[in-house]
């Protein structure tokens, strides 16, 4: 599937992108809200996952917002750094289907992509191309017992950043 990550820090954009090419899915990354709504149509995603605190003048839950009333109906699920109480209620109220504390953790975003990914349609159904359904339809499974000691080794060495350091890029 096509997933739209709104995220300033490319620090969670490059942890996002590998594990999301691990279950065959795509990733597109804008730093600023505007950009994200200017390309949305063009960029057709199949789920968003939208940071909080975003490069630009619009934050990412105003993005949600404008997104819903434009009538996009696709899983949008905010990832903030605040962990605050409260915090997951403003983001349903903003339009969200779900929320993710920072720093998020590999096990979390690969069932939030498994789960997002077997609610899509298959693709025979979407585009009506059954050719292309045969090689797309089906991710690659994930072997996450394998992959496992060596992905979380190499997250934590990227995600695990000084508070002040994470803070600031938040
Ligand atoms: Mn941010």
Redesign the pocket.
């Known amino acids: 599937m096509k997933i739209l990550y709104v995220?300033?820090?490319q620090v969670n954009v490059s942890l996002v992108r590998r594990v999301a090419r691990m279950g065959g899915h795509e990733v597109i990354n804008y730093i600023d809200g505007e950009d994200a709504l200017r390309n949305f149509e063009r960029d057709q995603p199949d789920v968003v996952l939208m940071?909080?605190?975003?490069?630009g003048a619009l934050s990412g839950l105003e993005v949600v917002k404008k997104l819903r009333e434009q009538g996009h109906k696709m899983p949008m699920v905010a990832l903030t750094?605040y962990a605050m109480l409260g915090d997951r209620e403003r983001c349903l109220e903003a339009g969200c289907d779900d929320y993710l504390a920072k720093p998020v953790a590999i096990h979390e975003l690969v069932e939030l992509f498994k789960r997002y990914a077997a609610q899509e349609p298959p693709a025979v159904i979407r585009e009506g191309k059954a050719d292309e359904a045969a090689s797309t339809a089906e991710p690659a499974p994930l072997d996450t017992d394998a992959t496992k000691p060596e992905i979380n080794a190499a997250a934590v060495s990227e995600v695990e950043m000084p508070t002040e350091d994470r803070e600031k890029?938040?």
């Open positions: 995220e300033d820090n940071d909080i605190q975003l490069a750094a890029t938040n």
